[in-house]
């Protein structure tokens, strides 16, 4: 094992796809280091993970310890709610039509990172530093990183898993474009009197979507795309009265409802890199590329990135180089760039007061309804049940 200050590959950043990115080097064989300062989960924040997500975290051996908390997400229900002449038709997707028992499982955010941290702390691979990097100077032969509280360290390649303002992509000079949404999301959970009998329901209004996450027993996690005033106001009202007005917007599907965590609304807003390496240096989850919450691609692209990151590790390469890197970038081009379009040209057409919009959505949504391979076609594309790179 090398010293303490000397790795073959650091991760800069927690979060869930932190943690995975460092399990997944550990995986390798690497000498790894995190630097993930301790964090703070806001109560109730779930994330909707596909197959593809829970088979990494079952090769991690996670998953036994996130069972009870996971929700099954059997069936996903699309309601056209915009009330415009030309509406699409109601419709719903089945695991069961692609072989499988649930398309994935809704978990929550704070029992994610503890079980994927708890088995990076029982890899003799990792070192975790429980600080921020505060420096990164790069070599010709590796990347020089300095903590917050002052340690050095060494690294051949270095992967930023720091999020929106990611050191790491500043200190490359990596480009990001970013666009910003006429909306806002609002996030929380509810108790429901009827129960959801594991379907994720999304409502599409003119504003956005509504969506209505299984939870664990008759729970839900709710993202709540709005206007960004409607929004704020959403946030500002007794709770009681936002169930009824969240009742009101699922039609009372659920039954009544209760707000069982604290209601935060933020702008929404997408954002995607150059590039996703440059250099000894790669970039994975909100680092790369930021996603609204729609269609639950966000963090399930972050882990496709661990994903990619596992078969370059995978390479037989003595030293991990520049050529590492480039090989990720390459890996990643049409996955990211694919559904960056796909989700920013979903939620646009919801915006959209063009009727031959409008009458394209709904045409294919009715396709969706009523051609099994195309319908099987879509489940197995938002899914990205296996991640196939080489």
Known sequence: MKPRDDFEICIVGGGATGWAAALAAAEAGRTTAI????????????????????????????MPDLASAAAPLQAMRLIDDTGRLIRAPEVTFYAGEIGLNAFGYNIPN?????????????????????????????RNDC?????GRGTSLKSDLVVGADGVRSLVRAKTGIAVRRWRYAQSALVTTLSITHPHHSVSTEFHTDRGPFTLVPMQGNNVSLVWVERPREAALLCEIPDEEFARRAERSAH?????????????????????????????????????????PIGAQGLNLGLRD???????LSL???????????????????????????????????????????ALRAVALSAAGGFAPFRRFLMQQGLAKTFRGL
């Open 252 to 292: 009372s599907l659920l039954g009544a409802m209760q707000v069982t965590s604290p209601r935060v609304s933020y702008p929404l807003s997408a954002g995607l890199a150059d590039r996703f390496a440059s250099g000894r240096a790669l970039l994975i989850g909100e680092a790369a590329h930021i996603f609204p």
């Open 316 to 358: 037989n390469r003595s030293r991990l180089d520049e050529g590492t890197a480039a090989e990720f970038h390459r890996l990643r081009q049409a996955d990211v760039r694919s559904r960056t379009l796909a989700v920013d040209l979903l939620n646009r057409s919801l915006l959209t007061g063009l009727l031959p919009v409008q």
């Open 306 to 312: 661990v994903e990619a990151l596992k078969t370059v």
């Open 143 to 147: 990347v020089h990183i300095t903590t």
């Open 110 to 138: 704070r029992r994610l990172v503890e079980a994927l941290s708890e088995r990076a702390r029982n890899s003799r691979y990792i070192t975790i530093f429980e600080d921020t990097a505060s420096e990164l100077s790069f």
């Open 35 to 62: 630097i993930a300062p301790s964090a703070a989960f806001p109560v109730g924040r779930t994330a909707a993970l596909f197959a593809g997500s829970i088979e990494l975290l079952e090769q991690f051996g996670a």
